[in-house]
């Protein structure tokens, strides 16, 4: 009997209430032998809380735990306290940093000058010819349509213009799509896939480009322009599709300097359409919004502004007859479309931009130094046209 009850004692002394429950032989033996019932409870049981009934002649296994909500009643308040400190010490000590230190005189990305930009491109490095840096464009709230609420209807041009879109060809998802505004206007909500087509195939690209020299700058023009070789031969080899898909471009224009022909796609077709199409203005600001309309003519205009004035920038020694022509479109076109309607709207909405627009604009046709001869005559041409005060020379 004496064996069994140090087993039994050795068992109760060994047993980890943390991991296992109590065994079903302890409990019973804990009601038989008094000695192992008062060595539990000196061990296990707190002598100043009450004691519950043992269910079933089992023992008792509810275990005392300390409670944490005291401490935390008593020093939360205390931690509150030295929290707020810390954050008054901190924001004090932001103040007392010098403003460059803190980013208070941080230039905004797109607002940076040439000599911010020189700023940031180590000394051994030339500078960029097109590194696209754009102002933040605010934050607007969505816009709920309140008209052209219909959904197309369906027929080859609102297929053909969808599939333009999935293949990225987005002048010609246009065409299609002006095609079937000609037809019945419950083609307009077609337009937000068309817009934002040239977003994603055309701005997107040129905000993730970076151009060293003309000749990396050269493949960037497809996105400003698209490309004339290509036009010409579409219309050479299918002319009556291609006059079907321009019929109602009146203002397309083939003739005269190359800096002044009519694109063919990309972010300066876009412009165009804006100009001459009102009713694609209406259905673009019922859909999107005039202000966030707004906000994407801005980064189409800042690109021909910032390539105008990095192709400025080449020197004499390195300028060709196709780099000149390009120079005199991008001023073209950002003279031509700031008195128009993209230049009413970005002054409407985003008045701030339209000085930095004008400056960058001003800077790519101004001579530094007054230096003769610096400007070409086909630049000077462009700049004129383009702010109505000459017309187009035939060539």
């Avoid at 002006?178 to 934002?196: I, K």
């Amino acid at each position: 009997m004496t064996a069994e009850l140090n087993e039994l004692r050795r068992r109760l002394e060994a047993w980890d209430p943390d991991q296992d429950d109590l065994p079903d032989d302890l409990a019973r033996a804990l009601d038989v032998h008094p000695d192992l019932r008062s060595a539990f409870d000196a061990r296990f049981v707190a002598t100043d809380l009450p004691r519950e009934p043992v269910p079933d002649g089992l023992a008792d296994r509810v275990m005392p735990r300390p409670s944490w909500r005291p401490i935390v009643r008593r020093w939360m308040p205390w931690a509150l306290a030295a929290l707020a400190l810390f954050v008054v010490a901190a924001s004090g000590f932001v103040q007392l940093l010098p403003e460059e230190r803190r980013g208070a005189a941080t230039v905004e990305a797109g607002a940076r000058k040439p000599e911010a930009l020189a700023s940031v491109v180590p000394p051994n490095e030339p500078l960029p010819l097109f590194d696209p840096r754009l102002p933040p464009p605010p934050r607007r709230l969505p816009t709920r349509p309140t008209r052209y609420l219909q959904p197309p209807p369906g027929g080859p041009f609102q297929f053909e213009a969808v599939a333009a879109v999935r293949r990225r060809k987005c002048s010609e998802a246009m065409r299609f799509q002006q095609l079937g505004m000609s037809m019945t206007p419950d083609h307009a909500t077609l337009y937000r896939g068309v817009w934002l087509c040239f977003n994603e195939a055309h701005q997107r690209k040129l905000e993730q480009a970076r151009a060293m020299n003309w000749e990396e700058f050269a493949e960037l023009l497809p996105h400003f322009e698209g490309d004339q070789r290509q036009a010409k031969l579409a219309r050479n080899q299918n002319s009556s599709k291609q006059s079907l898909r321009e019929s109602d471009l009146s203002w397309h224009r083939t003739e005269g300097p190359r800096w002044a022909k009519t694109p063919t796609e990309g972010l300066e077709y876009r412009l165009w359409r804006v100009v001459e199409d009102s009713k694609m203005v209406e259905v673009l600001t019922s859909l999107f919004g005039e202000a966030t309309v707004a906000d994407h003519l801005v980064k189409d205009l800042f690109f021909e502004v910032l390539a105008a004035e990095g192709l400025s920038r080449v020197s004499l020694k390195e300028r060709n007859d196709r780099l000149i022509d390009a120079w005199a479109r991008r001023v073209y076109v950002a003279e031509w479309a700031l008195r128009q309607r993209p230049g009413r709207l970005i002054d409407a909405h985003r008045k701030e931009v339209m000085s930095e627009l004008r400056q960058r604009l001003d800077a790519a046709t101004t001579a530094p130094d007054g230096a003769e001869g610096w400007l070409p005559k086909r630049v000077r041409q462009a700049r004129s046209a383009g702010r109505g005060e000459t017309p187009i020379p035939p060539n």
